[in-house]
């Protein structure tokens, strides 16, 4: 017996195609029907007739290292349950769970233990590692502990990836670091990810990078060598590489609006992957928190060390939506490549990133503010918006 859901009334939004007012049939966890008008009985319904209800592929967090009290790092199941129980408030079905700088028994801990988890039904789901440091400069290390700071290691990097069960999905690095292409060309021929961070490359180092097979940059703007007329940097490289993705710390404090509107306007938004980089405090009051073992002191607005520095967000991916929107005023088919198409391309997933049959039923509604009403984790509702649905 197929356990269904019907979404009638609702304006259907796509990276590639116009959106249009229609049904959504979920069978099972899956997509399984999509049209303007479904004449079928289900066993449950969400009726968004007249609602001015926006239906988004769930929302593809792609670096996040914690939220409502755990993190990543904490290398425990019940930090990860935390962590996937808490997202699809914000509209976020999936994640790549985030490491940062750290030992190597630390970061092998925090990896074991995302082999064994699985997302529970109502959580978001885990698509695998983002691997952020150690293999870092320090000259831009931001957040991330300077101590455990190490040039990229082919073999430790195989140890980790095997101790994850092959979930390594993005590795974040200064390619000024390596010596050659081996590293970068080793990882890209697996299928990883290799994204240009936390980096002082040259425009030239990172030009090389993108020949050897770097495909992104993590968290632009922030923690690598910025634009100058005669040093483009990592920034004017990430702007004018075609073949590079950027990530977009879209809380308006990691990144000016005016920066956040540049990127969108050199990239286009078939290259830009909205992020939050949220930390454990996200969700929280404010207060001082860890993040590797530093205190980090959270206001209302952001997450900080004592001497300054950012340290993460507690950014949501629905407010990064409100924040993009507003000063881009850029489109539906536009929110939902920089929202989860994006990264589902990148992460070369199939069956995410759209709202078609054969995908998996992952699903966020907002109302015409952007705003998360109800969002929908691989057929279940995960969240309801109080006194809404």
């Given at each position: 017996?197929?356990?269904?859901?019907?979404?009638?009334?609702?304006?259907?939004?796509?990276?590639?195609?116009?959106?249009?007012?229609?049904?959504?049939?979920?069978?099972?966890?899956?997509?399984?029907?999509?049209?303007?008008?479904?004449?079928?009985?289900?066993?449950?319904?969400?009726?968004?007739?007249?609602?001015?209800?926006?239906?988004?592929?769930?929302?593809?967090?792609?670096?996040?290292?914690?939220?409502a009290g755990h993190d990543v790092m904490d290398g425990t199941p019940e930090a990860l349950n935390g962590l996937a129980a808490a997202l699809p408030?914000?509209?976020?079905?999936?994640?790549?769970?985030?490491?940062?700088t750290q030992t190597d028994e630390a970061i092998s801990v925090a990896l074991q233990n995302i082999q064994a988890f699985k997302a529970q039904e109502?959580?978001?789901?885990?698509?695998?590692?983002?691997?952020?440091?150690?293999?870092?400069?320090?000259?831009?290390?931001?957040?991330?502990?300077?101590?455990?700071?190490?040039?990229?290691?082919?073999?430790?990097?195989n140890k980790w990836q095997k101790l994850s069960g092959d979930q390594i999905r993005v590795v974040t690095m200064a390619p000024e670091t390596v010596?050659?292409?081996?590293?970068?060309?080793?990882?890209?021929?697996?299928?990883?990810?290799?994204?240009?961070?936390?980096?002082?490359?040259?425009?030239?180092?990172?030009?090389?990078?993108?020949?050897?097979?770097?495909?992104?940059?993590?968290?632009?703007?922030?923690?690598?060598?910025?634009?100058?007329?005669?040093?483009?940097?990592?920034?004017?490289?990430?702007?004018?590489?075609?073949?590079?993705?950027?990530?977009?710390?879209?809380?308006?404090?990691?990144?000016?609006?005016?920066?956040?509107?540049?990127?969108?306007?050199?990239?286009?938004?078939?290259?830009?992957?909205?992020?939050?980089?949220?930390?454990?405090?996200?969700?929280?009051?404010?207060?001082?928190?860890?993040?590797?073992?530093?205190?980090?002191?959270?206001?209302?607005?952001?997450?900080?060390?004592?001497?300054?520095?950012?340290?993460?967000?507690?950014?949501?991916?629905?407010?990064?939506?409100?924040?993009?929107?507003?000063?881009?005023?850029?489109?539906?088919?536009?929110?939902?490549?920089?929202?989860?198409?994006?990264?589902?391309?990148?992460?070369?997933?199939?069956?995410?990133?759209?709202?078609?049959?054969?995908?998996?039923?992952?699903?966020?509604?907002?109302?015409?503010?952007?705003?998360?009403?109800?969002?929908?984790?691989?057929?279940?509702?995960?969240?309801?918006?109080?006194?809404?649905?």
């Amino acid at each position: 017996m197929k356990n269904s859901l019907l979404i009638s009334g609702i304006t259907i939004a796509d990276a590639n195609e116009e959106s249009f007012v229609g049904d959504i049939l979920i069978e099972d966890g899956q997509i399984t029907r999509v049209a303007e008008n479904l004449e079928v009985q289900a066993d449950s319904y969400i009726d968004a007739t007249g609602k001015n209800w926006t239906a988004f592929p769930g929302f593809i967090d792609i670096h996040i290292h914690g939220a409502a009290g755990h993190d990543v790092m904490d290398g425990t199941p019940e930090a990860l349950n935390g962590l996937a129980a808490a997202l699809p408030k914000e509209g976020t079905t999936s994640f790549l769970a985030t490491t940062m700088t750290q030992t190597d028994e630390a970061i092998s801990v925090a990896l074991q233990n995302i082999q064994a988890f699985k997302a529970q039904e109502g959580q978001a789901e885990m698509l695998g590692v983002h691997l952020e440091g150690p293999f870092i400069s320090d000259k831009r290390a931001g957040a991330q502990p300077i101590e455990h700071i190490i040039n990229p290691s082919l073999p430790l990097f195989n140890k980790w990836q095997k101790l994850s069960g092959d979930q390594i999905r993005v590795v974040t690095m200064a390619p000024e670091t390596v010596t050659d292409s081996t590293f970068i060309q080793s990882l890209a021929n697996e299928g990883v990810t290799v994204s240009i961070g936390h980096s002082d490359a040259t425009f030239e180092e990172v030009q090389k990078a993108v020949r050897s097979g770097a495909k992104h940059v993590t968290h632009l703007y922030n923690q690598m060598s910025p634009l100058h007329h005669r040093n483009p940097g990592v920034v004017g490289a990430a702007l004018l590489e075609d073949d590079l993705s950027v990530e977009v710390i879209a809380d308006f404090i990691h990144s000016h609006p005016s920066a956040v509107e540049l990127a969108f306007r050199q990239k286009g938004a078939e290259h830009v992957i909205l992020i939050t980089d949220a930390m454990r405090a996200k969700g929280l009051s404010a207060g001082v928190y860890d993040l590797g073992g530093q205190d980090v002191q959270v206001t209302e607005k952001d997450a900080r060390l004592a001497d300054g520095t950012l340290a993460g967000s507690i950014l949501t991916m629905e407010k990064a939506i409100q924040n993009v929107q507003s000063i881009t005023h850029c489109s539906l088919n536009e929110l939902v490549a920089m929202t989860s198409a994006n990264a589902a391309a990148a992460l070369g997933l199939s069956n995410k990133g759209k709202l078609k049959a054969g995908m998996d039923a992952d699903v966020a509604i907002v109302d015409d503010s952007f705003t998360v009403q109800l969002t929908i984790c691989r057929g279940t509702i995960a969240y309801k918006k109080e006194n809404r649905v």
